[in-house]
């Protein structure tokens, strides 16, 4: 009779103790191994005021109190040489994925070669499905901002686990001495980006 008992709790047990295994393990990967969005404290940044200044533009952008949208005010200077402007996330002083695009030329949205391709592109979004680094249809051209003030509204669209301000901004100025396309064909310059300006925003208030 005891043998009977135990043979018929023995596989209660063991699909009990299977089940209490796996629900460590979900535990397990949720603590180290899932992906996590850095947004914990996002809203520490936001109602904040960051500015950054080149000898190409002067750029300013508040945060929405969520800190998930930016208001950007630009004053461009001089844009001789400027094939592209951008605000970047900051990756340890190194520009991380583009988080707003501030002026473009036709050179830049033929194709930039990226030395590690997709390193540099935007997290991909409904807009932007295949993260190229094209500007958006509705960017300026360079060419017609020297001297010039804009203002832009970003929202965070980030896909999950994408960058967004917690590690800092760069603002990016691209020169023209890049690999594109020209008549069809590459040219024969290096692939990259030509960074000419790279600058931190800094907080003001």
Request: with cysteine.
């Amino acid at each position: 009779m005891k043998n009977s008992k135990l043979s018929f709790l023995y596989p209660i047990l063991m699909v009990l103790f299977v089940v209490i295994i796996i629900y460590i393990l979900v535990i397990m990967y949720n603590s180290y191994f899932k992906p996590k969005q850095n947004f914990s404290n996002i809203e520490l940044y936001g109602n904040k005021k960051f500015k950054s200044s080149s000898k190409f533009a002067d750029v300013e952008f508040t945060t929405s109190q969520d800190a998930q949208t930016l208001y950007i005010t630009v004053n461009y200077k001089d844009l001789t040489g400027v094939s592209a402007i951008h605000i970047h996330t900051n990756n340890n002083g190194s520009p991380g994925p583009i988080l707003a695009w501030l002026g473009t030329s036709h050179e830049w949205q033929h194709g930039v070669a990226q030395n590690t391709p997709g390193s540099n592109a935007p997290c991909c979004t409904e807009d932007n499905p295949l993260c190229t680094l094209a500007a958006p249809k509705s960017t300026p051209y360079v060419n017609n901002l020297s001297n010039t003030t804009r203002t832009f509204t970003v929202t965070n669209k980030t896909c999950k686990g994408c960058p967004w301000i917690e590690n800092g901004t760069l603002l990016d100025v691209h020169g023209f001495n890049f690999q594109k396309v020209l008549n069809g064909q590459l040219s024969t310059e290096k692939p990259g980006a030509d960074m000419i300006s790279n600058t931190l925003f800094e907080l003001v208030n």
